[in-house]
């Protein structure tokens, strides 16, 4: 596939001041209007050379000096043309170059991922890996640098061709059996162990979308329990400063807090809650309804409970986390005596008592085993796409027991239609355009 032929210009960092600005053109007018921002340079600059040059207005007085970059298509990022020009960081002047630059015509703004956009178009990357390019400017986390890199390296890419190519030669066989089953005679011997080879491995990518998408968003976990168990010390601790307050009067916190930390390169969005009681003031009532609301949106909940708590009433706490996955440990364990009954993790975050064996036990819960940067991203669209591949082999591979081919074949052209949407081979115009338009300009 070929891009379009305009030549487009942006900026490619940030509009604050900084050390380096950088303006970046793609196209095949690309040369020609970055040397019209710097005509020092010779009329066929020698690829991937840093020229120093001055840059010039219009009239050619000096605006800026620094470097020139010239990529020579196909061997750029975007397979065009590229310009870049790397000036100094102050945005009134960066605003004054990138003016020059759409001042004759011979360029027109970029749309959101344009470049990012015409590299796809022009073959040098696919889409997943397009779409880490979106996901590493947006990581907040090691893990989803870490994931993101990988997948721009073509983790992801690699994994889903390692089930794409097999899929698709079994494919061509039984479709050569079913229209030449002279010349294809015996193609469809082994297909229902192929099959279940090929739903095995989609399963096993699919398994891994839960922790891709834990790495893109970050893990958000809640600690709730009555009131007075030692939740917002914990919180405290757990934070690594204060935010919450503190006291010993019961019901001190009437809503949600929030703060982000990372764990083993994992980001973890930690909420503090309304302690819950039966009796609440009208503002604590408030409060309790938004801690019941968001424990049924975090991926884990710590229920904290005072010393002494009964197993009984421990369940009855629990039952207010509903479906969402908790944990149930004793606070203020510094000031309580031993759980009567089953025993609980014991934790103070006034001592720090036990705080960092609660940590590991989260990041256990939210991640298993393994490190969060050795997955690849994995999106809400990759997970939907390779739901739909395994299903269709799940039923590829229950037709082949009953020798019913033309079930087969199309079964695995379905799969084959999920996993193009993937790479981009069989995606639509629409999915693309909803893809790059959350990219930044100038990427």
Not at 39 to 65: K, M
Not at 162 to 189: I, Q
Not at 204 to 231: D, H, T, Y
Not at 318 to 344: F, H, N, Q, W, Y
Request: proline share 5%.
């Amino acid at each position: 596939m070929t891009s379009a032929t305009s030549t487009i210009v942006a900026l490619a960092t940030a509009p604050t001041a900084g050390a380096v600005g950088i303006l970046r053109l793609s196209g095949p007018a690309a040369l020609e209007v970055g040397r019209r921002l710097a005509p020092s340079i010779p009329v066929e600059p020698t690829p991937r050379h840093a020229y120093l040059a001055g840059f010039v207005d219009a009239q050619g007085r000096a605006l800026d000096e620094g470097l020139f970059l010239y990529f020579r298509a196909p061997s750029s990022f975007t397979g065009e043309d590229v310009v870049e020009l790397q000036a100094h960081g102050s945005p009134r002047l960066l605003q004054l170059l990138l003016a020059r630059a759409l001042e004759d015509g011979l360029a027109r703004p970029a749309a959101p991922g344009e470049f990012t956009r015409r590299a796809f178009l022009n073959g040098r990357i696919d889409l997943t890996r397009a779409e880490a390019v979106a996901d590493l400017v947006a990581a907040d986390s090691e893990s989803a640098v870490r994931a993101a890199a990988a997948g721009l390296s073509g983790a992801l890419t690699e994994r889903v061709r390692a089930l794409e190519e097999p899929l698709r030669s079994l494919h061509a066989d039984l479709e050569g059996v079913l229209n030449f089953p002279d010349e294809a005679e015996g193609a469809d011997e082994d297909s229902e162990a192929r099959v279940q080879v090929l739903r095995a491995r989609a399963e096993v990518l699919l398994s891994e979308a839960g922790q891709g998408r834990l790495v893109r968003r970050g893990a958000r976990v809640a600690l709730f329990g009555p009131v007075n168990a030692g939740k917002s010390t914990l919180f405290n601790r757990l934070v690594g400063e204060v935010r919450a307050l503190v006291d010993d009067e019961p019901g001190t916190t009437r809503d949600a807090l929030e703060a982000r930390v990372e764990w083993n390169g994992l980001g973890v969005t930690l909420f503090d809650t309304a302690g819950l009681r039966e009796t609440p003031g009208r503002v604590e009532a408030l409060g309790i309804a938004r801690t019941r609301e968001l424990l049924a949106g975090v991926d884990l909940t710590v229920l904290v409970l005072p010393p002494g708590t009964s197993e009984s009433d421990a369940e009855r706490w629990r039952a207010e986390a509903g479906a969402t996955d908790v944990l149930v440990i004793d606070g203020k364990c510094d000031v309580g005596s031993e759980t009567l009954g089953a025993p609980r993790p014991r934790v103070s975050g006034l001592t720090g008592e036990g705080v960092d064996a609660l940590r590991e036990s989260l990041l256990s819960r939210l991640w298993g085993g393994g490190t969060p940067s050795a997955v690849a991203l994995v999106s809400e669209r990759h997970a939907d796409a390779l739901r739909r591949a395994a299903e269709a082999l799940a039923r590829a591979e229950s037709a082949s027991r009953l020798s019913t081919l033309e079930v087969v074949s199309g079964e695995l052209a379905l799969a084959l239609e999920a996993l193009g949407e993937l790479s981009g081979t069989s995606a639509s115009e629409a999915l693309i355009d909803a893809i790059f338009q959350r990219f930044c300009i100038g990427k």
